[in-house]
């Protein structure tokens, strides 16, 4: 190529920077919405060993951990 491209210089390093603080991000926000789905199970569970539970109950309390009711 016998273009001089040196005048990209800048516009090729600032959009490596936005690409790099936007993969930044969106692993805190992957991390955060890890961590808010692992409480609301734990949320769930927790709301499940205060019911007084039997031998048969256990699976219908199991499945209501994943329905949407």
């Known amino acids: 190529m016998k273009t001089d491209l040196s005048f990209l210089a800048k516009e090729l390093f600032a959009a ?3 690409v790099v603080v936007i993969s930044l991000m969106s ?3 992957a991390g955060g919405e890890t961590l808010l789905f692992s409480l609301y199970t734990l949320f769930d569970f927790n709301q499940i060993m205060k ?3 039997t031998t048969q ?3 219908v309390l199991t499945l209501s951990l994943y329905w949407i009711s």
Do not use: A, P
Request: no cysteine; proline share 0%; aromatic share 8%.
């Open 27 to 29: 692993t805190i926000f």
């Open 16 to 18: 490596l920077l936005i």
């Open 57 to 59: 109950g256990v699976q």
């Open 51 to 53: 019911r007084d539970v």
